[in-house]
């Protein structure tokens, strides 16, 4: 959790609708879970060191339940044409997250090769991080905060690291954006309280072990907020 936050002096008054994006899912039973719980997004990992990782191919049939539910989202890592083009004609996603290094001028190549919106990830570890916001406003359909990772680590996210919520009080953004980073089923409310963030991202704080989703944490956190 954030230091310098006493959750016992917040008014934990959540935004008028916090929607959540489940991502990194991989099962059906999880997948439903998730759907039947209000997940407003659901997420598939194209990205192969992550325990997450699935094919554009598998994940046709498992997210095609989905359509029309919830928004399908394929989160990439500097994914290259050839991935890109396998997801656009496979899963036909809602939208690609870019979790990588991708330049303004590559988002636009990947919303022509898929035919995607565009949901970018900033790193954020100190305020001055959320500076990068006003590159992509004009660009991206959502801004995601997500804690940047330790040093060293091989994930771009997916690793429970957290940043201090407060930052985000009292800012805003041309759309709606999305907090990630370290939230679980216990501090999902208090987090999307204490940020004002719209909308929540989760992976590995509903899952038993890394990439294994557990249907019981993913239901306690779409109950948390929604």
């Given at each position: 959790m954030p230091t310098g936050i006493d959750p016992s002096?917040?008014?934990?008054?959540?935004?008028p609708m916090t929607r959540v994006k489940i991502c990194g899912l991989t099962t059906a039973d999880t997948l439903d879970v998730a759907l039947d719980h209000g997940a407003a997004f659901v997420g598939a990992v194209f990205f192969a060191r992550s325990p997450r990782n699935i094919s554009p191919e598998d994940a046709r049939p498992l997210f095609e339940r989905a359509r029309g539910r919830?928004?399908?989202?394929?989160?990439?890592v500097g994914a290259d044409d050839d991935l890109l083009s396998r997801i656009g004609a496979h899963l036909r996603?809602?939208?690609?997250?870019l979790h990588g290094r991708e330049t303004v001028a590559r988002a636009h190549k990947?919303?022509?090769?898929?035919?995607?919106?565009?949901?970018?990830?900033?790193?954020?570890?100190?305020?001055?991080?959320?500076?990068?916001?006003?590159?992509?406003?004009?660009?991206?359909?959502?801004l995601m905060f997500d804690a940047r990772p330790p040093e060293g680590s091989a994930l771009p996210g997916g690793v429970g690291a957290s940043f201090d919520w407060a930052m985000m009080?009292?800012?805003t953004f041309r759309h709606a954006w999305f907090?990630?980073?370290?939230?679980?089923?216990?501090?999902?409310r208090e987090a999307a309280a204490i940020s004002g963030a719209p909308l929540l991202d989760v992976s590995s704080g509903v899952e038993s072990s890394p990439g294994v989703k557990d249907p019981a944490r993913i239901a306690a956190f779409l109950t948390a907020v929604t």
């Open positions: 002096r917040q008014p934990l008054h959540l935004q919830a928004g399908i989202v394929a989160v990439t996603p809602d939208f690609v997250q990947v919303r022509a090769l898929t035919g995607a919106g565009i949901i970018k990830v900033l790193p954020v570890s100190k305020a001055d991080d959320l500076n990068a916001a006003a590159v992509w406003e004009d660009h991206a359909d959502h009080q009292g800012r907090l990630a980073g370290g939230l679980t089923p216990d501090n999902a």
